[in-house]
């Protein structure tokens, strides 16, 4: 399998363990997936030529994803299932700690109403924490420019008894600068070299989200 390659100098990059998700770096330029997302990454004018071949043109992008590049923005966007499922699944756990709190106050009981809202509590923060980034994706496919890019290293990581798909993923902004992101492919269908829709702010691109990666979807016209 082809090594990831740097963005700025176009060497093959070392993969790295950053519990709990898997990091990139290049240990020729200095570049660092990390250091993109706090700004203090390599100053770069352009990409690299051989960073920049490895991503689908502009006639093969246009051909496998007509609909991304054809919907204007602002674009409309729905839920997936799966988004759906954990918005309903919140809903009914802050309901039932709402329901909960009051029964202790009404009843004077103190330990198993206690105990249900401090569970309930509990799992109504975990499913509040992904509905969170995923909805600040929200503005990223609404309003950001969209391009094509394409997976170029894939890990799986282990979530308890289960286990989930990392991808990075290579995209140029129209500038020509080369950029990696990194997500869940929660499709389960992505591997090293498929290529990918992605949209990303114009104003830093380090702000970018794959189609795959997020629980939103466009809207059908």
């Known amino acids: 399998m082809t090594s990831p390659l740097c963005p700025v100098c176009g060497s093959s990059l070392g993969i790295g363990s950053s519990k709990p ?13 990390g250091a993109v997302l706090r700004r203090d990454s390599p100053t770069r004018r352009g990409a690299d ?16 994803f007509p609909k991304a ?7 409309q966007l729905v839920w997936t299932r ?37 569970l309930s509590g509990w799992l109504t923060l975990m499913l509040s924490i992904p509905l969170i980034t995923q ?52 499709s389960g269908t992505l591997a090293v070299g498929a290529p990918i829709v992605v949209y990303y702010d114009a104003s830093n691109p380090a702000e970018n989200v794959a189609a795959e990666c997020t629980t939103f979807e466009l809207r059908a016209s």
């Not at 030529?49 to 496998?64: N, T």
């Not at 590049?69 to 674009?75: D, G, I, K, L």
């Open 21 to 33: 998700f898997p990091t990139l770096s290049c240990a020729q330029c200095g570049w660092d997936w």
């Open 49 to 64: 030529a051989a960073f920049l071949k490895q991503l689908p043109s502009g006639a093969e992008a246009q051909y496998i």
């Open 69 to 75: 590049f054809q919907v204007p923005a602002p674009r």
């Open 82 to 118: 799966r988004m759906t499922g954990a918005v309903i699944a919140l809903l009914a756990t802050a309901c039932f700690f709402a329901w909960t709190a009051m029964a202790r106050a009404s009843t004077g009981e103190t330990f198993v109403p206690a105990v249900l809202m401090v």
């Open 135 to 186: 909805w600040s994706n929200r503005t990223l496919l609404c309003s950001g420019d969209v391009t094509a890019g394409r997976v170029i290293h894939e890990a799986i990581v282990p979530r308890g008894r289960q286990t989930y798909s990392v991808i990075f993923y290579a995209f140029a902004d129209a500038a020509g600068r080369g950029f990696i992101g990194r997500g869940t492919d929660y």
